[in-house]
């Protein structure tokens, strides 16, 4: 699997658990892929802060797109529930700003690396992408540094909180949870 693969997954994944809120039958339904959607953001975001845009930066000379906007909405939404009237507005907003970057990380971003790097290079990004993201938050932390060398010990640090966290929450039944939901 290429580097590219690997983001394009993650993406369609991050849209089939939008998909799921605005067709779920009941609110628990949505908190469940609320809480998801909102896992798989947050690692998705550092796993790229971590492999994907250094690779960029080093391979290329170009750097990470900011995505300040995107972490600061994800700070707003994993905090609403999904009866408060501001949960839907501030759901499509964050998609919109996820589906900007998508476009240009997919049309320009990941051109320049594949094209910059070996299949095998590719390879290996992909793999330590799906490996970081094992060891990384699980919520949005806007305020983190997302530049070296404080990046990486922050992270860290903070993911072990927001996993103790994840064990007390919610999530739906299927194969992508981060753990079986505790009831």
Known sequence: MRITDAIRADHQQLQSYYDQIL????????????NQLVWELARHIVGEDLVVYP???QTTRDGARDRQTIKEQL???QDLH??????????????DQLAAHVHMEETVDLVKLEGAVTSEESARLARSFGRTKHFVPTRAHPSAPDRPPYQTPVALL???????QDLFRRWPE??????PPME
């Open 174 to 179: 299927s194969e992508f949870s981060p753990q």
């Open 55 to 57: 690779a960029l930066e």
């Open 75 to 77: 700070a707003i939404f």
């Open 82 to 95: 999904c009866s408060d009237p501001r949960f839907l507005p501030s759901m499509t907003l964050l998609m």
């Open 23 to 34: 067709h779920a039958p009941d609110e628990d339904e949505q908190t469940r892929y609320q």
């Open 158 to 164: 903070t993911a072990p909180l927001d996993s103790l």
